[in-house]
């Protein structure tokens, strides 16, 4: 894909969860010299129908799920671990509802 | 690599009063019934054609392949009939002129998609062709049996427009008033030709073009974020928006409030029914034509349309000669039904006959019309063959004892 | 068409900032949301990445067209903000056929079910790609009839349960991609609604592809295929796709058989470049265009016969005269009048 990345690490990115840090199966050539990307999460709460598929797939583990209820009676996401969200917009792509985007970063530049 | 001015001249050829420059062959023709048709759709600016090969509406498809590639359309044979009729749906709401050629089986597959061109108020036209049935019947042989198929073949409740020739010439001349009744009404519009019809060859005058009259397309005025598909003007006919110019509408075949959002409920329905209807009806005057011959001093009236009026004028003639005072009322639009003209004349005349080639279709319509005020004789015939005209005149000197 | 403008999460607004709008609310239909769509469904997503591919790769939205048929999937014209129309079941593509040759600069996009669009529209699907029409069709097979209530598909596989297969499907399901590039699709991939980022690369593509693009989106469909096969909700489907699919760019699609269980062959199949419909035709519209010009100056005095033109092609346009008059003839060079008088009433059909 024109990701730029080899095909296995895109894969790796996109669906397969990871532990607590990135684990590569070699480390990449770029490591420490590609800035760190810094994500944002923003959420329209009441849009979520609880598939619970970006708490399940986010490859950071930044969401869990809320204990409150939202006006339709589900359970939407939550961030936990803000600091850890890489800007990667898979959560983005997955919603079904549109109800959860990202912007990057305000130190990034993002708005 | 599409040609340059492809289609610009397209959506000219939908929003022009007059047959654009260079198209048009006037003459004198020798032609049959379906190329009358054809050259008729390329006079009314048909720019694209879509159909499935079918005997006896072939020839349509034949010519316009012929035909369209050099006027500036679009000429496809579909895989079948659905497609044919969805095919030109489509290149409708992109701005062209469009119609499709079929015959008895071929219709019965367009059904479906007559009636999403009723629902999404598409202009088009059909042309059938027809051939004596039920099933693959007589392909190569006449019938008028459709005539109830066109009314009421696709489900639900509508109004349907259908004309029907009486030769290759009104095949040309009809054509053109097709268009211009489904553009006045944005509505599929049927010609209902028939196999004798259609392969008969006669000579057909194309008129030059600036003795046609075209009825362009009502294109909205409105500017894209002010504009909804299904807010009608005040004869009940919405205007459209050409598809690729920003205003991005959304239509559906689903029951639609006027911003062509699905509104699925008994009022929606009441609503949407009644002007698809209304539009139609209401306007009955504009779409009415018929012939009326020797029917001042008529007793007795030949009703017939399509190929059948030709022998019913012959058979008027000959019960002239007997001294039987026969008169002709020919209906060229015999959907919607002229009702009113039909009771007028019940009223003067001691019978009705109506011969035609199917076991009785219209005969209904004209026996519910005259509400008994007269006697109504239906002259069947099985198909495959036209009346022969001692069987009508016995029918009508039995009428008259 | 104001879409309404999205309001801040009225609970729990502190865990999750609120928003000013949803990056994709401007190509949706926001006045007709919430969709109808399920929770676990994959349409929402498969509809989020055809939105984002439309934004990523800057084409214009007023000359992009979705045409959908009919079904769960089908709805999915209704939701975007574009010209969408909402066909009947399995006639999408004939009506984006005619959107697309009456206006070739349109990008028309198919976006329909696995039901509409091999089942009862199977016909269409493959003509389509036959003729290499410059179209773009999304099917998301979900392995079922949703919208009337789980009914057996022509994707369900073998065994599975549906209505009106009570006991187990007992027929062979298709093969979407193999039977797409059989019929002559120039792009055929297949993605799940795991694979997000690769179909939104995959739809930019076909957006760009001047050919048939065909893309299958393999869909959970979680209160009627998998309730009623105790296969769990639609979060545990995404993790069968994410444990069984195998990405395999170029793969033959003759392999890409999809079972109940077992491995889901993903990728980008077949990418290839032939003659699309709309350029063969219009490459015979100039061809006759340049024979004609070519027979008027033969027809100019000092110039060759006429007859050697070419007798079957169509005589060139007369200009318009005072009616009625004489014409030059039929189509085949034949003399009206002459046939008149002497030929007897057949057709002049073309040969």
Not at chain 3, 64 to 70: D, P
Not at chain 3, 266 to 274: H, I, K, S, Y
């Amino acid at each position: 894909m024109d990701s730029g990345y080899p095909e296995k690490l895109t894969m790796q990115m996109d669906g397969t969860p990871q532990a607590e840090s990135p684990q590569f199966w070699r480390k990449p050539i770029d490591e420490g010299k590609a800035p760190k990307l810094v994500g944002v999460v923003l959420m329209i709460p009441e849009r979520c129908k609880g598939c619970g598929w970006c708490v399940e797939f986010c490859p950071r583990k930044v969401l869990v799920i809320s204990e409150r209820f939202n006006i339709k009676g589900y359970h939407y996401p939550r961030v936990a671990k803000p600091e850890e969200c890489v800007d990667c917009r898979l959560c983005e792509r997955l919603c079904p509802e549109f109800a959860i985007y990202l912007k990057r970063s305000p130190a990034q530049g993002g708005s | 690599m599409v040609s340059a001015g492809w289609v610009e001249r397209i959506k000219e050829s939908s929003s022009e009063a007059k047959v654009l420059p260079g198209i048009l062959r006037p003459g004198a023709y020798f032609f049959n019934g379906d190329e009358a048709a054809a050259e008729g759709a390329i006079a009314a600016n048909g720019r694209f054609f879509a159909a499935y090969p079918i005997t006896p509406a072939t020839e349509i498809a034949e010519r316009c392949a012929a035909r369209f590639p050099e006027c500036g359309g679009m000429f496809i044979q579909m895989e079948d009939e659905l497609a044919a009729m969805n095919c030109i749906l489509g290149a409708a709401w992109a701005g062209a002129k469009a119609l499709t050629s079929t015959s008895g089986p071929g219709f019965s597959l367009m059904m479906e998609n007559l009636g999403l061109g009723i629902m999404l108020e598409t202009p088009v036209v059909l042309a059938n062709v027809q051939r004596a049935g039920p099933s693959t019947g007589l392909p190569t042989s006449v019938g008028q049996q459709d005539m109830m198929q066109a009314r009421w073949g696709s489900h639900g409740d509508y109004e349907i427009i259908a004309l029907c020739p009486d030769s290759p010439q009104e095949c040309f001349d009809l054509m053109i008033r097709a268009f211009n009744l489904s553009e006045q009404f944005r509505t599929p519009v049927l010609l209902m030709s028939d196999e004798t019809i259609g392969h008969m060859t006669e000579k057909v005058i194309i008129p030059p073009a600036e003795e046609i009259e075209l009825v362009p397309r009502r294109y909205t005025r409105a500017a894209p974020g002010d504009y909804w598909p299904y807010v009608p003007d005040e004869d009940l006919v919405p205007p459209m928006a050409r598809a690729g110019t920003g205003y991005r509408y959304h239509v559906t075949g689903l029951t639609h409030d006027h911003r062509g959002y699905p509104d699925l409920d008994a009022e929606g329905q009441h609503q949407l029914l009644w002007r698809l209807k209304n539009k139609i009806l209401q306007n009955q005057k504009k779409i009415l034509s018929f012939e009326m011959a020797r029917m001042d001093d008529a007793e007795v009236c030949l009703l017939a349309y399509g190929c059948s009026s030709r022998v019913a004028r012959s058979v008027m003639e000959l019960a002239r000669e007997r001294g039987i005072r026969a008169g002709l009322l020919r209906l060229i639009t015999v959907w919607p039904f002229p009702d009113d003209l039909v009771r007028d004349v019940a009223g003067r005349v001691k019978a009705i006959i109506v011969p035609e080639i199917n076991l009785g279709q219209i005969v209904r319509e004209v026996e519910r019309a005259a509400r008994g005020r007269t006697k109504v004789v239906s002259v069947p015939h099985a198909g495959g063959g036209l009346h022969t005209e001692p069987a009508v005149l016995q029918v009508i000197e039995e009428a008259l004892r | 068409m104001n879409p309404e403008t999205p309001k801040k999460g009225t609970d729990g607004g502190d865990e999750l900032p609120g928003s000013d709008g949803h990056p994709m609310d401007r190509i949706l239909r926001m006045d007709r949301m919430p969709h109808i769509w399920c929770p676990g469904c994959g349409l929402g997503t498969t509809v989020s990445c055809f939105a984002l591919a439309v934004n990523e790769c800057g084409i214009d939205y007023d000359k992009l067209c979705v045409v959908s048929g009919i079904g769960c999937t089908g709805r999915a014209a209704g939701y975007l903000r574009l010209d969408g129309y909402h066909t009947t079941h399995g006639r999408a593509i004939p009506f984006a056929t005619g959107l697309h040759l009456a206006n070739p600069d349109l990008k028309v996009v198919v976006i329909s079910g696995d039901g509409d669009l091999s089942a009862i529209g199977g016909n269409h699907l493959i003509h389509a790609a036959r003729r290499n029409l410059n179209l773009v069709v999304i099917c998301v097979n979900n392995f079922i009839y949703g919208m009337t209530g789980g009914q057996v598909a022509p994707t369900t596989p073998e065994g599975m349960k549906a209505t009106t297969s009570p006991f187990g499907c007992l027929e062979h399901p298709f093969n979407l991609p193999y039977l797409a590039s059989s019929s002559g699709a120039t792009l055929v991939a297949r993605w799940t609604t795991l694979d997000v980022r690769q179909m939104v690369n995959t739809f930019k593509k076909a957006f760009m592809k001047k050919g048939f693009s065909f893309i299958e989106v393999i869909s959970p469909c979680p209160e009627l295929y998998m309730r009623r096969n105790k296969l769990g909700d639609g979060l545990a489907m995404m993790k069968r796709f994410q444990s069984d699919r195998l990405v395999k760019h170029g793969a033959d699609p003759k392999e890409a058989d999809l079972g109940a269980t077992g491995k889901i062959l993903v990728g980008e199949f077949v990418n290839l470049d032939r003659s699309t419909y709309a350029d063969a035709y219009f490459r015979m519209v100039s061809q006759l265009a340049e024979a004609k010009s070519v027979r008027k100056e033969e027809a100019k005095p000092g110039g060759k016969s006429p007859a050697q033109a070419g007798a079957k092609a169509p005589e060139a346009v007369g200009e318009p005269k005072a009616k009625p008059r004489p014409a030059e003839g039929d189509r085949e060079g034949r003399g009206p009048e002459k046939k008149a008088a002497g030929t007897p009433a057949v057709a002049t059909s073309p040969p």
